[in-house]
Each structure stands twice: as structure tokens, then as C-alpha cells.
């Protein structure tokens, strides 16, 4: 009988033993699993930063196109009264398309 119970208690303390390897091995892994979540959460956020001081440097350098644009077609309105048929047509056509 008392052999019995050794074998008992020796199998539940093996038990036990195992149980605490598995658990703590899944707590490793959870550790592991939510520290590579948060980076790349972090790489995410710090992803979408670049994009958008990106996204403003590239805003920015379309309003200077656009004003350089304007004053281009100032330059070439102010020359609608000579005489160079190319320059002429290119009037109107701009005129063209701006008129629809």
C-alpha cells in the first residue's frame, strides 16, 4: 500500500512539474508575442509620420508649381498681341481649355 501512494504522489508531482514548464513557457510566449506586437505597432506609427511629413513637403512643392504655373501664364497672356501665330494658337487653345 504504501508503494501505492509513492507512485500517486510521484505522478501528481510530475504532473504538477509539467504544468509549471507549460505554463511558464506559454507565459515566455506571450511576452515574446505582445513585444513584437508593440513594435510593429511602433513602426506603424512611425511609418504614418514620414507619410504624412511627406505628404505636407509634397503639398507644399504642388502650391509652389502651381503659383509658378500662374505667373508662367501671366507672362504668356502678357504677349497675346504679338504677332507669332505658335504663340497665338497656344493662347487660345489654353483659353480653350480653360474656358471649359
Known sequence: PSTARRRKSSLSNDS????ERYL???????????????KQQEELVEN???AERKNKILRAEVAILKEDMRELMQV????????????????QREADRLAT
Open 76 to 91: 504668356v497672356g502678357e504677349h497675346s498681341h504679338c504677332t507669332d501665330n505658335r504663340l497665338r494658337m497656344y493662347v
Open 48 to 50: 504614418a509620420r514620414d
Open 16 to 19: 504538477a512539474s509539467a504544468r
Open 24 to 38: 511558464e513557457k506559454n507565459r515566455r510566449a506571450a511576452t515574446k508575442c505582445r513585444s513584437k506586437q508593440k
